[in-house]
Nanobody, 123 residues
Framework: QVQLVAAGGGLVQAGGSLRLSCAASGRTSSTYAMAWFRQAPGNEREFVAVVSWCGTRTNYADSVKGRFTIPRGNAKNTVYLQMTSLKPEESAVYYC????????????????WGQGTQVTVSS
């Protein structure tokens, strides 16, 4: 079991930046990928970014490439989502997910989820 706690959401103006964090605890001795997804009201949860266990492999949704990064902490149990040039349509609850093994971009492939953190981008 892996427990995830997300933090860092808030209100930011369009064009601004925000950094989210997600800390993992529990059975963290095995290798696991971590990812960020987001869900706006009325929409399905969508993939944003994923990072491998070692932190060297990343993948991003096309809509965030060049603006978001997903660094992983040196201790491997923390992942961040650094967001820049935020847009109002990116207002959503951001969730971090974890899965043992390789990173994936599909929601159903993730076994563990954090509680979500609200990001609101004002125009």
């Amino acid at each position: 079991q892996v427990q995830l706690v997300a933090a860092g959401g808030g209100l930011v103006q369009a064009g601004g930046s925000l950094r989210l964090s997600c800390a993992a605890s529990g059975r963290t001795s095995s290798t696991y990928a971590m990812a960020w997804f987001r869900q706006a009201p009325g929409n399905e949860r969508e993939f944003v970014a994923v990072v491998s266990w070692c932190g060297t492999r990343t993948n991003y949704a096309d809509s965030v490439k060049g603006r978001f990064t997903i660094p992983r902490g040196n201790a491997k149990n923390t992942v961040y989502l650094q967001m820049t040039s935020l847009k109002p349509e990116e207002s959503a609850v951001y969730y971090c997910g974890a899965r043992y093994g390789y990173g994936r971009v599909v929601v159903d492939d993730y076994d563990y989820w954090g509680q979500g953190t609200q990001v609101t981008v004002s125009s």
